[in-house]
């Protein structure tokens, strides 16, 4: 009896062995092809280009889906489709910002932020009150605020080494602060860019208005210093705010879905994808073209290589993360009409940068399965598996119990970037690119070969 259970593990010892082999040399395969292509890095030139600001409702929008629903089909997808749905959206026509003291006009750069309310055409000329944070103004008399400009000027703590939890600590001045100060009677917002950079680029974001819109704006951390100083000298200085928007009831618009069959469970998708969207301001490179282009870059390689999945693979490309977020409900929706079974889904949506790692949000097995290929994966740049958080766009199919992942890259550099004209292509480096697409390739081919 023990000869036939030692032999039971021998064997079983074996055929471990001979299939993290066979893992390894796939992997090394998926590396070996990633590296040498360009088209993930030239489908993203495109898409920065040729289609920069490509906002919900912007004609820029539907040339990159039209553009990245010709690639799918020139890869050979066996389906490309776009899944239409209605949604509300905004556009931003300009935004000018000006310091006015006496004769004098200083001009500050800016950007509207989503989905700011126009000013007269005129613009608002109003005086200014400077505020470290919302506690500060809820602290403030309203007679104090009722007609006048707030300046939201509280900086990011750099101290966080995460530039997401840097980001993360200011941005409630950007998301809450216009309705505050709307409640409280101000006449427009302006607020200090949430980035880690000291420099020219206004960065742009949504901001949650309840039932009163007022105009608001995002300065650039230079300009916001310099509009500071400004009133440190002059408290009764004015500034005028001119912003032409328009908000729209309802448009048509559309995800992008692309199918690799699966050749054992084709009822099952792994998904895979990131938003295609970037805000009216940026070419939205890393913010998030690369991460759409990356996860096509997924079904090139396994078409290339030839790779079986099971599963039929998903590539989505999601429409408006940034506003509304209405590209996610459709595709909930799209779940709940078609009985779709998601197996899983795999959201690139973090920069992309020098990999680090996946974060996994499941239960706990299932996380301590899938870190269980990360010792294949640290070749290539993956120091982490673990517990915690995915992405906008595939968050609401946790109710659904799919279990979710979030590819993630050294941060360091992307909130320099984030939400600006300043996430641009040049931002890009091909390498990096290419490690992203190859990770992501190879982690779902484990999971779609061994399951969860």
Known sequence: ????????????????????????????????????????????EYLCE????RLLGYDES????????????????????????KTPAW????????????????????????????????????????VQGL?????LKQENIEGNIVFFNRPVDLRKVNTFRVYGGGVDQRYRGPAVAAELGAAGVLVRSVGTAIDTFPHTGSTGFKDKKIPCAAISTIDADILSESLSGEKDLKVKLVIDAEDFEEI????????????????EFIVVGGHIDSWFNSPGAHDDGIGCVQSADVMRIFKELGLKNKRTLRVIMFMDEELYQSGAKAYVKYTETNGIKNYLALEADAGGFTPEGFMVDASDSIVANISGYKPLLEPYGIHYIKKGGSGVDIGPLKKFGVPLMGYRTDSQRYMDLHHSA??????VHIRELQLGSGNMAAIIYLIDKHGL
Do not use: H
């Open 1 to 44: 009896m023990i000869r036939i259970s030692l032999f039971i593990l021998l064997i079983s010892t074996i055929n471990l062995s001979i299939s993290q082999n066979q893992d390894e040399k796939v992997i090394k395969d998926i590396f070996d092809n990633v590296l040498l292509s360009d088209e993930a890095y030239n489908n993203l």
């Open 50 to 53: 040729k289609a920069p600001g």
């Open 62 to 85: 539907l040339i990159a889906i039209n553009y990245m629903k010709d690639y799918f089909e020139s890869l050979g997808a066996d389906t490309v489709f776009l899944q239409e749905f």
């Open 91 to 130: 556009k931003c026509y300009n935004t000018a910002v000006s310091i006015l003291t006496g004769e004098n006009e200083i001009k500050l750069r800016a950007d509207a932020l989503g989905p700011s309310p126009s000013t007269q055409p005129e613009g608002l000329l109003a005086k200014v009150i400077e």
């Open 135 to 139: 506690e500060e103004l809820k602290a």
């Open 252 to 267: 048509t618009t559309y995800n992008l879905i692309a199918d690799l069959r699966g050749s054992e469970f084709p009822d």
């Open 422 to 427: 300043n996430d641009s292509f040049d931002k």
